[in-house]
């Protein structure tokens, strides 16, 4: 893995941890919808504890299909959440850092040019990673939620500005570890540009639901490279884990929460006939009555339904009967990738002479 010139040490600062203390790892994700920033420690060889999330809508792809540019009021609203998580790295002393930009900043002719603003600005160095790293890195994040008694998962990631599939055999796999990834596909369909392609109207209508999911199926169903899977789950073999906002809104719905928690939705089973259920019961509220749903809120009022459309339009395609809900993904793969990593760095800097410190990164 090769490392990024360092940040700007005003970024950073005071990133040394004092003896005795764990040091902290971070994984920054900037995606067409979302800001997300996790902070941990490890623990144990193969996991972390989280000291400190951090997560803000920004809406950076807003208007991005139309355009294709991002326009002011986005990277203002983006550096702004930017702005917040560099302060928490430096508050909590992050010794390493992996920073991405996905989607909306792939996408856009001025992409680039808001990230070299980002770094002039907060010190962080976003780096644009390419679909397949982040469908690898969703795939990680979600390890073991994996049912390794089925014969094939698909890992689908439902962004703002794309969706990422992932189809991993589990046929003769090792019971732990990193699965085969038989295929990988991005949709350049998240629930932003689906939205935005299908404004809703004064009310959803079975017609406007239908189109969104059919536009889904046509690009989706015209991948083929997964098609030595098919006969699995036309046998109902497989199994989907679904990763996305709209994924985890979809089942603190079902679950009649009246709040969101994390930690009763992520890990939860499906059927097809709740999500099919859920779906319906958003059909009937209308935009107002979707924010004020507490697992939903204003933010996502007018997102929820297109990512239930992106996700019917993938259960009709890979048909199975149970859908695992994570609320986890890019960012705990990023985490995993970098402690796994740890090991290694140290020894590489015995051998160099043990220079002291080891360099926060702010991309790799």
Not at 57 to 75: C, K, N
Not at 111 to 139: N, Y
Not at 254 to 264: A, C, K, S, T, V
Not at 273 to 302: H, K
């Amino acid at each position: 893995m090769t490392e990024a010139p360092r940040a700007p040490a005003a970024a950073l600062r005071g990133r040394e941890k004092p003896s005795g203390e764990s040091p902290c790892y971070g994984a920054l994700d900037l995606g067409t919808n979302n800001c997300r920033l996790l902070i941990a420690t490890p623990q144990g060889p193969s996991g972390f504890r989280v000291v400190e999330a951090y997560s803000r809508i920004v809406r950076l792809g807003e208007g991005l299909t139309a355009s294709g540019r991002l326009s002011e009021a986005a990277m203002d609203r983006a550096l702004g959440a930017l702005k917040v998580a560099a302060e928490k790295l430096r508050r909590r002393r992050v010794i390493r850092l992996r920073a991405i930009a996905t989607q909306a900043c792939r996408m856009a002719e001025n992409g680039q040019h808001f990230l070299d603003r980002v770094f002039a600005e907060t010190g962080l160095r976003l780096q644009i990673i390419p679909p397949q790293e982040e469908a690898r890195l969703s795939v990680a994040g979600c390890l073991n939620l994996i049912d390794r008694g089925a014969d094939a998962a698909l890992v689908v990631d439902v962004g703002g500005g794309s969706t990422e599939l992932s189809w991993v055999d589990l046929r003769g796999a090792a019971p732990t570890g990193m699965p085969p990834l038989t295929a990988w596909h991005s949709a350049p369909i998240g629930v932003v540009t689906l939205a935005e392609r299908f404004p809703e109207g004064e009310a959803a209508t079975e017609a406007w639901f239908r189109a969104m999911v059919d536009t889904v199926k046509a690009d989706i169903g015209a991948f083929r490279r997964a098609d030595p899977l098919r006969e699995v789950f036309d046998a109902d073999r497989g199994h989907l884990i679904g990763t996305s906002g709209a994924i985890t809104s979809l089942a603190g719905l079902h679950l009649e929460l009246p709040r969101y928690d994390r930690n009763q939705v992520d890990g939860i089973w499906m059927t097809r006939d709740q999500c099919d259920a859920a779906a319906r019961r958003l059909m009937s509220l209308s935009a107002q009555g979707r924010a004020e749903q507490p697992c939903i809120g204003p933010d996502r009022a007018d997102l929820v339904l297109a990512g239930a459309a992106i996700l019917q339009a993938v259960q009709e395609l890979w048909p199975c009967t149970r859908v695992r809900v994570a609320d986890r993904g890019l960012r705990e793969g990023i985490l995993l990738s970098l402690m796994a990593d740890r090991g290694g760095r140290h020894r590489r800097r015995r051998r160099r002479g043990g220079r002291g410190r080891t360099q926060a990164v702010a991309a790799q």
